[in-house]
């Protein structure tokens, strides 16, 4: 499981260093557009330094198309990989108006058309591996599992770390001007950190959550009535309690210190947290991890009998 853990950290520290990127504060649509508005800002300062910086802009660009490609020869040209060709052809499309943001249309030159574009991408992203995974999907359930388990926790940590920081960072700099005393300004400041590290909190639990969850599936893959699998289980269930109960304290805590500090707090729009996300997760696997268990105690009873 080491490399699930490394895997989800890169993403965390990549959507942190991608969250000053500008523009990346506007929610999970500008968290899919990142990549792209990074990459194009890249290349389009690479283009402008001078001819070489030109010519090498085009080397990269024309590698970054290409690497669709290359996973299709390297699949043997199967049936279901022929998406990756359209998959090639979207990524140059989007690519290139993402480095040249003028040429679009006028109505799109904003963060608004990032998300776009960008989800022109990840719409045949997601296609191709849907199609590869109902390919492929005779005895490959639980890989299959573990891979969206694992691309869940991704998503949640680079929701809180990518437009999570982002949002806090344009915050603070919002409400650090303005004719008010030092005092607003501190505690609006500071809630606007506690606000962020509530939501990062809450992220970084359910993507532990799922994490365990994933050791489990490799166990239920081996053997469900093992052992094993009923300890993996029990650690599965022991972090959903111990998620369940910190972030609705959390939250607790943060409705009402805002609803407190209220009189302190300048220009924030104070909203109710109900970690939906969160709670749901940890519900659906509390509630599979206690039907593994009980299905492990039924086999061991009739075992009794046998």
Not at 168 to 196: C, I, K, N, P, Q
Not at 234 to 257: F, H, I, K, Y
């Amino acid at each position: 499981m080491k490399y699930e853990k490394w895997f989800l950290l890169i993403c965390a520290v990549v959507a942190g260093v991608l969250a000053f990127v500008p523009g990346a504060e506007s929610g999970i649509l500008g968290a899919l557009a990142l990549p792209f508005a990074a990459a194009g800002w890249v290349l389009r300062t690479l283009s402008l330094s001078g001819p070489i910086g030109n010519a090498a802009a085009i080397v990269v660009y024309v590698l970054i198309c290409a690497v669709p490609v290359v996973f299709w020869l390297r699949s043997g040209r199967k049936a279901e990989d022929r998406l990756l060709i359209l998959l090639a052809a979207v990524t140059a499309y989007v690519l290139y108006y993402m480095i040249n943001p003028g040429l679009r249309n006028p109505m799109m030159q904003n963060s608004v058309g990032d998300a776009g574009y960008a989800g022109a991408f990840w719409s045949a992203l997601v296609a191709w591996g849907v199609v590869k995974l109902v390919g492929g999907l005779e005895g490959k359930l639980f890989r299959a599992l573990r891979v969206f388990l694992l691309l869940c926790g991704a998503a949640c940590l680079m929701g809180a770390f990518g437009p999570g920081l982002a949002a806090l960072r344009e915050g603070l700099a919002e409400h650090s001007g303005g004719y008010v005393s030092g005092a607003v300004r501190g505690m609006t400041a500071l809630f606007l950190l506690l606000d962020f590290a509530a939501a990062a909190l809450e992220s970084v639990l359910t993507a532990l959550v799922l994490l365990k969850g994933i050791a489990l599936l490799r166990e239920l893959e081996t053997d469900p009535f093992s052992e094993g699998c009923v300890r993996a289980a029990n650690e599965v269930s022991r972090w959903c309690r111990r998620t369940l109960v910190t972030v609705a304290l959390v939250s607790l805590g943060m409705n009402l210190g805002q609803l407190l500090a209220a009189p302190m707090l300048m220009n924030i729009q104070l909203e109710v947290r109900i970690p939906v996300m969160g709670l749901a997760v940890s519900f659906v696997m509390l509630a599979v991890t206690r039907l593994l268990v009980r299905g492990k105690e039924l086999k061991d009873d009739n075992d009794l009998f046998i």
